[in-house]
C-alpha cells in the first residue's frame, strides 16, 4: 500500500483514447458505448482477438494537459502520482497488462501503472484524501464511498473546471474559460 496520499489516472479514455482505438479496430466509426460503459457484445469479442490492441491505442485529446497538471500537482503537494487501471472483465487479452505498462512508459515515462486488477476493484488501493480522475461513473462513486476524491473523466475542459474548483485554484492562472489547450 502507498504510503503518502495518491492522485490516481485511469488510462482508458482518460489519457488513452480506448474508444477511438475500438472504432479504427472495428471499422466502426459511429460505435458508441452503452449507458454502462460497454460497446456491443460481438464488438468486443472481435477486440478480444486482437491480442495486442493496447499497445498502439492513441493519445485522448488533452492527455498531455491532464498528465501534466497531475505531474505538478502531486510534487507540489507531496503525493504519489501513477496511472490506475484495469483489465477486461474476461481476463481475455494475455497482453494487456504488458501493453499497457509499455504504452504508458512511452508516452508519460516515469509514472507507474497500477492495475485494479478490475474496474469494481479500485477503490480497494483508495486511501482517505486519494483522488481518482476516471471515465467510469461506477469507479467514481465506489472511489469516494471509502473516503476519497474523484473526477469523472470526459474532456480536459470539464476535468480543469472541476480541479480549480475542487483542487487547485492556482491552475486559473493557466486556464482561461473559452481557450482550448
Known sequence: MIKQKALYL???DVVADWMEGARRCLHAHN?????HGRIPHASWEFLAL???FY?????LPGAH????????????????LAFLTAIPHNNDMPY???????????HFPGIP??????????QVHCKPGDILIDDR?????????VGGLAHQYTTWEKCKHWIVANLDPSLVKIYVPGQTS
Do not use: I
Not at 31 to 35: A, G, I, R, Y
Not at 113 to 122: A, E, L
Not at 137 to 145: G, I, L, P, R, Y
Open 137 to 145: 461513473f461506477d469507479n467514481c462513486a465506489s472511489w469516494t464511498a
Open 55 to 59: 499497445l498502439d491505442l492513441p493519445l
Open 10 to 12: 485511469d488510462m482508458d
Open 96 to 106: 494487456v497488462f504488458h501493453d499497457k505498462t509499455q504504452w504508458a512508459d512511452k
Open 31 to 35: 460505435m458508441e458505448k452503452d449507458t
Open 65 to 80: 494537459e491532464l498528465v501534466a497538471w497531475a505531474r505538478e500537482y502531486a510534487e507540489k503537494n507531496n503525493m504519489f
Open 50 to 52: 486482437q491480442d495486442r
Open 113 to 122: 501503472v497500477f492495475f485494479g486488477p478490475y474496474s469494481t476493484d479500485k
